[in-house]
């Protein structure tokens, strides 16, 4: 349909999934001002792209999400759905700092200057948290405008847990990498602070004259020891991610 209509049409001789096409279509629209994507399974409205790529014509954005959960819109979802993206949006706000209502929306706007930032290394749809996040780390400006959508014309062949499971342990992985003070130090503290407390009270137990169990004190010293590997683990990977932020910077 889109060839008849006069588009230029790039095809995949194999489905190499979405993260693949979007890099495919971003190397294609090379010399354009304003690129804008949005999902084949005809959810969206095209009449919507004067909306979506106002902001960035004003200077207000880089980068414009389309949400369909804004002002409370988004009724007609699945619930079951609905409490999914927002476990997504949730994690993907945590790993980029960003406060986006709908992280997997596939409707955006995009202006030229931001397509080095994007890393594309994801193939499928986990491509839509990947994106935010990057653009977050180059410190592009992310605003959202609302959208709507049509559910009368869904045709995705993901299914929706897979689908949300493959997005959550994407976007846990980018934490791991983008914030590891909270992935790994914060975690070690709270391991090492409970090593720490047994280790008082055993010390107070034995004070007093009771006797150390062995089993209870080696729990408490691989608790303390774990503890504070993983709290300077997070030290390190925080500064190493800080120098490669600056270099890219």
Partial sequence: MAGMAGAEVIRHPINRGKGAALRSGFNAANGADIIVTLDADGQHYPSEIPNLIAPILKGEADVVNGSRYMNGHGRNTPKYRRLGQKVLDKATNFSSGLDVTDSQSGFRAFAAHTVPVFRFRESGFEIE??????AALAKLKVKEVEIGVRYDVDCSTEHPVSHGVRVLVKVLHDIELNRPLYYFTVHGMVI???GTFMGLS????FYLGGNLLFGPTLVMVMLFMVGTFMSFTGIILHSMSR???ELRN
């Fill in 202 to 205: 055993f010390l107070r137990t």
């Fill in 243 to 245: 120098m490669i932020n």
């Fill in 192 to 194: 090492g602070g409970i």
């Fill in 129 to 134: 948290s990947e994106m935010l996040v990057d």
